[in-house]
């Protein structure tokens, strides 16, 4: 029987496992973690993330928290540690900060007595699989470890569906007969149920260097689309007709058009600033500058939002109740990393507003926590530990949209929570303080029926209230 072991129990390792135990019932799926909270948590009715469809998986993996006992038992070592952005030191604010890849390396070499497959789960810059298998080579004790990059392209909030049926599976390894043998190992797991012609075998470096750059066009596209949002605006173009049309050119895709308050999410500025920082170090700056503006439109989008808000409520913000419907960075989530909510809620608190918050999956502790976080330090481990987080006074969060809207003077729409679509929008006009705001960061209402209803309606992209011309 083989033995595969996923060091990382997040967002990544937890999904996939519980999809390749399901899948491949004749191997031993183990997954362990450093975190002795993340680990209670999988183990425990409450699962530590939130993922329709998890729970109904069936097949659980092991979850452990004694790592190097199953590392040492496996054949196969998948790594799905964090990969943040460097806080500190060469790099700081752009590079990937590889510490935990590294540690989980060099215990891979500790304590593994036999021949191993490891395996790049996490996104990593190019070029680190040579790094990983001089860590293992100079301190093996006659192991044999064959290293292959295969990169996880699963969104969060459909990662089960994306993990049963992807759009395909990459697997890079060494082009030697031990390199093959490796990836055929790996292909053979995904042949459980991948068909065959979507699993897909490449250089190392091809695939190490394909991740950063999935999520690099994908991220593009969205500040493509957000990039006119403010000309739409201003000509009385409506975004969501013009990415229709655009998107029905089938070299285009309809997909990923959604105009937005801004992406957020783990991976999508922390790839793109890796690759920009791969392209300083290789001498490409004009190649660095081309990926930096996606995030600097992002970030304008962002600062956007929130001038508009304050513009919109005659200058200022300061006292008054802004009700903000959604904090994590999209729906079906209870992530909050990188979410654009950290930014338009710091901008409104720099305004002095005061600020009353729901979102279906988010808990206060972690609101509070994220509005306290410096930037870059969200994703790093020692923030899973439970601590009691320094709060924002001006902040409080609900359990309950009317609740939060109930006699403020503005509305944000900062995720695009289905239930939001369905609120009785009537009651929570009658509630809030006139002239009433609402700013829709996702695009979800029907803006001419809150018009009627009497709200002063701001949606990303479309022709402006009357109000605010
Ligand atoms: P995560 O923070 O949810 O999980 C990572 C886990 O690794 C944490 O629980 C942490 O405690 C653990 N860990 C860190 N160092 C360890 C060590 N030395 N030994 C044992 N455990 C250790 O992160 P994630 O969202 O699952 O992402 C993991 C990787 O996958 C990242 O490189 C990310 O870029 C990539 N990725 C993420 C997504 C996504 O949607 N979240 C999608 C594709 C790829
Ligand atoms: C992304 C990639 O999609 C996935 O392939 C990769 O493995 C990890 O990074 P994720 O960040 O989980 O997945 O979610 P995604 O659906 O890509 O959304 C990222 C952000 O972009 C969210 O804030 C979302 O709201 C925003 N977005 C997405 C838009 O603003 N407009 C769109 O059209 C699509």
């Not at 250089?203 to 190490?208: G, K, R, T």
């Not at 394909?210 to 689309?225: M, P, W």
């Not at 410096?374 to 439970?386: A, E, G, S, T, V």
Request: net charge negative; proline share 4%; hydrophobic share 40%.
């Amino acid at each position: 029987m083989v033995k595969i072991c996923c060091i990382g129990a997040g967002y990544v390792g937890g999904p996939t496992m519980a999809v390749i135990a399901l899948k491949c019932p004749a191997v031993e799926v183990v997954v362990v973690d450093i975190s002795v909270a993340r680990i209670n948590a999988w183990n425990s009715d409450q699962l530590p993330i939130y993922e329709p469809g998890l729970d109904d998986v069936g097949e659980e993996p092991l979850f452990s928290t004694d790592v190097e006992k199953h590392v040492f038992e496996a054949d196969i070592i998948f790594v799905s540690v964090n990969t943040p952005t460097k806080t500190s030191g060469l790099g700081a604010g752009k590079a990937a900060d590889l510490t935990y890849w590294e540690s989980a390396a060099r215990m891979i070499a500790d304590v593994s007595k036999s021949d191993k497959i490891v395996v790049e789960k996490s996104t990593v810059p190019v070029k680190t699989a040579e790094a990983i298998e001089k860590i293992l080579t100079h301190n093996s004790k006659g192991v044999n470890y064959q290293i292959l990059s295969n990169p996880e392209f699963l969104a969060e909030g459909t990662a089960i569906q994306d993990l049963f049926n992807p759009d395909r599976v990459l697997i890079g390894g060494r082009e030697t007969p031990e390199g093959q043998k490796a990836v055929q190992v790996l292909k053979a797991v995904y042949a459980q149920w991948v068909p065959e012609d979507r699993i897909i075998t490449s250089n190392l470096w091809s695939a190490e260097l394909t991740k950063l750059t999935a999520n690099a066009f994908l991220a593009d596209r969205i500040s493509s689309v957000n990039s006119l949002t403010a000309l739409c605006e201003a000509t009385g173009a409506d975004v969501t007709e013009v990415a229709y049309s655009v998107g029905m050119d089938s070299r285009i895709s309809p997909k990923f058009l959604n105009a937005s308050v801004g992406f957020g999410g783990s991976c999508f500025q922390k790839d793109i600033l890796n690759l920009v920082y791969i392209c300083e170090c290789n001498g490409l700056p004009e190649v660095a500058e081309y990926w930096k503006h996606v995030i600097r439109i992002n970030d304008n989008q962002k600062s956007r939002f929130v001038n508009r808000v304050v513009a919109s409520m005659f200058n200022t913000v300061s006292g008054k109740k802004i009700a903000v419907l959604g904090f994590s960075f999209k729906k079906d989530t209870g992530d909050t990393r990188e979410t654009p909510a950290i930014d338009v809620c710091k901008g409104l608190l720099a305004d002095k507003a005061s600020i009353s918050i729901y979102d279906p999956q988010v808990t206060e502790d972690q609101i509070q926590r994220d509005l306290a976080m410096n930037k870059f330090d969200w994703d790093h481990p020692i923030h899973l530990q439970p601590t009691s987080p320094a709060t924002v006074k001006q902040v409080s969060v609900t359990w309950d949209a009317y609740e939060a809207t109930k006699g403020a003077h503005g509305i944000c729409i900062l995720t695009e929570w289905d239930e939001f679509k369905g609120l009785d929008y009537q009651k929570i006009y009658d509630n809030m303080q006139k002239p009433a705001f609402l700013f829709d960061g996702r695009n979800v209402v029907d803006t001419e029926k809150l018009r009627a209803i009497g709200f002063i309606v701001h949606s990303i992209g479309k022709p402006l209230d009357p109000w605010l011309t």
